[in-house]
């Protein structure tokens, strides 16, 4: 079975650092991609970055939001991806969610997120 | 970046009822949109991929369809475990970029 459980989220104070944790179970992790969300409670989805395998180099790409500040890593000994998010800001509060990024479709073309860790909740507060 | 634009945000609907949630994208992405439903207080979870293809384990009553700007998810007939938040989501191009949401209510 496939899961993925974040860890690392709590309170921090403005303009300091947090490292959030994914770990994975139930499938070859140095295969696939790992990809990062967020959702400020009662709102939408955010897309943060992904992470690729080995096969494509573990080319990290960001959104405009976070590149700078966040960073995304893995570790493929351990089966877990990290996000280190920098700087923090108030408006980085939110569930944050780690996911599988799976190539599909006819052609393998398709990047999809298909399975999602159960999240962590990051609150940012003096 | 693209911008991703779901209707309604809202619907209230009922049991055994067929429903259509839309989603443009503000230029092409082809066929790279997947569909996204998150129940209250839990992740999202894959639908559709690639507009049209149903992720494993997926019941068929869901089904989707579009490419270019206008995709289309339809629920043929409405189950209780179907009253969820639905989102479209582009993989075409980085930002990857996500719809606002359509809530789907009891009526």
């Known amino acids: 079975e496939v899961q993925l459980v974040e860890s690392g989220g709590g309170l921090v104070q403005p303009g300091r650092s947090l490292r959030l944790s994914c770990t994975a179970s139930g499938f070859s992790f140095g295969v696939y991609g790992l990809g990062w969300f967020r959702q400020v409670p009662g709102k939408g989805l955010e897309w943060l970055g992904l992470i690729r395998s080995k096969a494509y180099s573990e080319t990290p790409e960001y959104a405009a939001s976070v590149k700078d500040r966040f960073t995304i890593s893995r570790d493929d000994s351990k089966s877990i991806a990290y996000l280190q998010m920098n700087s923090l800001r108030t408006e980085d509060a939110a569930v944050y969610y780690c996911?599988?990024?799976?190539?599909?479709?006819?052609?393998?073309?398709?990047?999809?997120?298909?399975?999602w860790g159960q999240g962590t909740m990051v609150t940012v507060s003096s | 970046d693209i911008q991703m634009t779901q209707s309604p945000s809202s619907l209230s609907t009922s049991v055994g009822d067929r429903v259509t949630i839309t989603c443009r994208a503000s230029q092409t992405i082809y066929h790279y949109l997947n569909w996204y439903q998150q129940k209250a207080g839990k992740a999202p979870n894959l639908l559709i991929f690639g507009a049209s293809s149903l992720q494993s384990g997926v019941p068929s009553r869901f089904s989707g369809s579009g490419s270019g700007t206008d995709f289309t998810l339809t629920i043929s007939s409405l189950q209780p475990e179907d009253f969820a938040t639905y989102y479209c989501?582009?993989?075409?191009?980085?930002?990857?970029?996500f719809g606002q949401g359509t809530k789907l209510e009891i009526k």
């Open positions: 996911t599988r990024l799976n190539k599909l479709g006819s052609s393998w073309d398709i990047d999809a997120f298909d399975f």
């Open positions: 989501q582009q993989s075409y191009s980085y930002p990857y970029t």
